[in-house]
């Protein structure tokens, strides 16, 4: 079975300062690894994955994520937050099938 | 193509009624998804179509709710005899199969919120 581990329900961080939302998973196999975000009442908008290659993925808004095989971990992470970053983020993983298993989410709260 | 569709956005409906939602996926995705997220957690997998099989089904999937996806396009969840406990956002998506970079890219509907009364 696949799980995904968010290990903090919210972070506060200021604008401007680096941000990193935390993500750790469990999966038989090679992972497939995805962070969304969720702005209130709204679907999942998808900001970037990771399937092969590189370990350090860039995606949408200027976030980025690295994996690493070693401690089972894609932490998402920005350089600077802006107050727009305010949402919610989730982590999911894919390993071997066709269905995403998601974590919990981690509240993010940019503050001015 | 303007994404992942889904209808109607917010449907209020009282304990006891059955819904129904749709969902119309990118035209040229054959994989279809249902998911099912409730305050405070994450989207959890309901169903899933390749074209107009349904090849799983979770145990969350009880046999009050039924999917459908007849020509392998649009897709509709019906919920017979809700409950209180059946209100949530029921997100849909859809991805193509094969290899390569463009897939494996989940896109996600807007989401139906259903509350039960």
């Known amino acids: 079975a696949q799980s995904v581990a968010q290990p903090e329900d919210q972070v506060n961080v200021a604008e401007g300062n680096p941000l990193t939302v935390k993500c750790t998973y469990s999966v038989s196999g090679n992972p497939y690894l995805f962070w969304y975000v969720q702005y209130p009442n709204r679907g999942l908008q998808f900001l970037l994955k990771y399937i092969t290659g590189d370990n350090l993925v860039k995606g949408s808004y200027g976030f980025e994520a690295e994996f690493n095989k070693s401690q089972t971990s894609f932490h998402l992470k920005k350089p600077s937050a802006l107050v727009s970053d305010s949402a919610l983020y989730f982590c999911?993983?894919?390993?071997?099938?066709?269905?995403?298993?998601f974590g919990k989410g981690t509240k993010l709260s940019v503050i001015p | 193509d303007t994404g992942v569709s889904q209808n109607p956005r917010h449907k209020i409906t009282k304990r006891g009624q059955n819904v129904t939602f749709r969902c119309d996926p990118i035209?040229?995705?054959?994989?279809l998804y249902w998911y099912r997220q409730t305050l405070g957690q994450g989207p959890e997998f309901l169903t899933y179509?390749?074209?107009?099989?349904?090849?799983?089904k979770s145990r969350l999937l009880s046999d009050r709710f039924s999917a459908e996806r007849p020509k392998g396009s649009f897709s509709t969840l019906e919920i017979q005899r809700t409950e209180q406990g059946d209100s949530a956002m029921y997100l849909c998506?859809?991805?193509?199969?094969?290899?390569?970079?463009?897939?494996?890219?989940?896109?996600f509907g807007s989401g139906t919120r259903l509350t039960v009364v």
């Open positions: 179509f390749q074209n107009e099989a349904q090849l799983e």
């Open positions: 999911a993983v894919k390993a071997g099938s066709y269905q995403l298993t």
């Open positions: 035209s040229e995705h054959n994989r």
């Open positions: 998506a859809s991805s193509l199969s094969g290899t390569g970079g463009a897939i494996n890219s989940y896109t």
